[in-house]
């Protein structure tokens, strides 16, 4: 899933827009929905299984399974999007005879697929009919499933659609209000069928984001991912850097002739550099602070952050300052990756 800038849309209306006549939703940085044209799958009268337990795999290998379907605009993508972040495997737009086949696979990865999240919904209405004959087939195989409605009112559907600008995917050639009712008519079984009902009329990004962690998350609070890296500001600033510290206010160690040839790797270039007086005293208040911003990242509904450490050419100083924030983060339980843009190439 990609990311796309829609401060406007959010400005209009605090929920979400997935307001296309297209089957394809990717999502920008407020987890808005914003349409992308493509064509739906198609069987090709391929024949398909619809075996979710085949022979030889245990009950218990079988995923767990929840279909996200509902209202276009009320927020599905950004619920799938939730999802995926809490470590389930999300597969949009799906055509229902496949979910089986689907859920069969998961049983076939030898648990690396505990968890399916597809979404459903009328931009593959060629195949929604066969939903109801998909659920059937898994309610007989002991799969659990779950089915989650996003549901909205209408006026805040018609705000959202007119804020991207796009018609409705059944509206034809008819109003937005009139693909609207037709939703809601094709709809109606499902949402009554549904064990969880969200309605988002006046909910944000992040109120749904909470709401689906509540429901999805467990007790354990949702986990936020650190890259922690190294970088030389004279080769520029990381662009996907969500937070930037500079770490030219150390002593070089370019300027000790026996330390130049090492890198912040070097357990020497980094007792040097930890030994310069602030450097001990900024990791402790730095990593202080990243436990306060990670809190509210997590409120925020934010799973990833990057760390960019830069110094001048991303070889001493940043580096080691990065191992030891990035093992001090890891110690505190934060996912944490390392990476050293620029080392090596002076």
């Known amino acids: 899933m990609t990311e796309r800038d829609a401060q406007h849309t959010a400005r209009r209306d605090p929920a979400f827009s997935e307001t296309q006549g297209a089957p394809e939703e990717t999502h920008n940085e407020a987890g808005q929905d914003q349409p992308q044209e493509a064509e739906a799958g198609q069987e090709n009268g391929a024949e398909v299984s619809t075996d979710a337990t085949p022979a030889g795999v245990p009950e218990a290998a079988i995923p767990e399974l929840v279909i996200i379907s509902g209202m276009s605009g009320a927020g599905r993508s950004t619920a799938a999007k939730c999802l995926e972040d809490l470590g ?40 929604f009919d066969n939903l109801r004959e998909s659920l059937a087939d898994l ?35 008819g109003r937005i209000v009139d693909g609207i009712a037709a939703e809601r008519e094709l709809l109606r079984e499902l949402r009554g069928d549904a064990d969880l009902v969200i309605d988002t009329s006046s909910l944000n990004v992040h109120e749904l984001r909470a709401k689906m962690d509540a429901q999805f998350a467990g007790e354990e609070e949702p986990e936020l991912r650190a890259t922690v890296m190294s970088f030389g500001f004279k080769y520029g600033l990381p662009v996907d850097a969500d937070l930037v510290a500079d770490m030219r206010f150390l002593p070089n160690p370019h300027w000790v002739p026996e330390l130049r040839p090492y890198t912040g790797l070097n357990e020497e270039v980094s007792a040097y550099v930890f030994n310069q007086p602030g450097a001990k005293e900024f990791l402790d208040r730095y990593a202080e602070l990243l436990r306060l ?19 001048t050419g991303g070889k001493h100083r940043s580096v080691a300052v ?14 944490t990756v390392v990476v050293h843009r620029d080392m090596g190439r002076e």
């Open 88 to 127: 389930w495997f999300v597969v949009d737009n799906l055509p229902p005879a496949l979910i089986p086949t689907m859920v069969e696979l998961g049983a076939r990865s030898q648990g690396n697929v505990a968890r399916i999240a597809v979404v459903v919904d009328v931009r593959g209405r060629r195949f």
């Open 139 to 173: 309610d007989s195989r002991g799969v659990t499933r779950r089915i989650v409605f996003l549901e909205s009112s209408d006026d805040a559907l018609v705000r959202r659609f007119e804020s991207v600008r796009r018609p409705h995917p059944l509206q034809g050639d």
């Open 293 to 311: 911003i990670a809190t509210g990242y997590r409120r925020e509904g934010k799973r990833y952050v990057t760390i960019a450490i830069g110094c």
């Open 322 to 335: 990065s191992e030891k924030l990035a093992a001090r983060l890891a110690a505190e339980g934060v996912e």
